[in-house]
């Protein structure tokens, strides 16, 4: 059981650049979340969804997009590239609301 | 808006020693409280979730409670290992939608060989 996957670990972007960071979860989980971490600081929460087809904003979604086709897959989008969108991005996943999230090992993202 | 603050920033204590880290959250109309390790470079792993109707949750050498109507929540650690030194985050769930998680900062921790 590989829990949340994230692809891929490290990328540096040039300003201007679009990327697609990766996160696919083998737990049949109807929740999906998107959050970045910024050094110093906690977690924020970018986009979630609450299952296949919906996907809702979170605290911080500008210069970001996501879709939900399936279950296992939530994509983040990053449209024109940003020095500001320079963190570490965590995709999570659960099963009910309120239940224990499960996160992934994080994609490290530099933008120069 | 939710705001989610830890106490202290950063801990250093000697090996066998008991701590405790504190948590405060602002809203007290709380879903449930959660508290993650993480290591450096490393993704975030779930320790203990409290219910908003529980008041104490406990899981081997970790004990944390919940003080909603206070807006509290404490992380006890009992007698200390090096292995424990990661920074430890504290989560609160707002209210009963699927919008995800607010953060505190974290607490950095060292335990002392």
């Known amino acids: 059981n590989a829990g949340v996957t994230q692809t891929p670990k490290f990328r540096i972007l040039k300003i201007g650049q679009s990327m697609t960071l990766q996160c696919t979860q083998d737990?049949?989980?109807?929740?999906m979340y998107w959050y970045r971490q910024d050094p110093g600081m906690g977690l924020k929460l970018i986009y979630y969804s609450v299952g296949a087809g919906i996907t809702d904003k979170g605290e911080v979604p500008n210069g970001y997009n996501v879709s939900r086709s399936t279950t296992e897959d939530f994509p983040l989008r990053l449209e024109l590239a940003a020095p500001s969108q320079t963190s570490v991005y965590f995709c999570?996943?659960?099963?009910?609301?309120?239940?224990?999230?499960?996160f992934g090992p994080g994609t490290r993202l530099l933008v120069l | 808006k939710q705001e989610v603050t830890q106490i202290p920033a950063a801990l250093s204590v000697p090996e066998g020693e008991n701590l405790v880290l504190n948590c405060s959250f602002t809203?007290?109309?709380?879903?449930?409280l959660q508290w993650f390790r993480q290591d450096p470079g490393k993704g975030l792993t779930s320790l203990l979730l409290?219910?908003?109707?529980?008041r104490e949750q406990t899981s081997g050498r970790l004990n944390a409670s919940l003080d909603k109507s206070s807006g509290r929540s404490t992380l006890y650690i009992a007698a200390s290992q090096p292995g424990d030194s990661a920074t430890y985050l504290c989560a609160v769930h707002s209210g009963g939608g699927a919008d995800g998680l607010t953060f505190g900062k974290g607490t950095h921790l060292i335990i002392q060989p």
């Open positions: 999570a996943s659960n099963s009910l609301q309120g239940e224990t999230q499960y």
């Open positions: 809203d007290s109309a709380i879903y449930n």
């Open positions: 409290i219910q908003s109707s529980q």
């Open positions: 737990m049949n989980h109807n929740y």
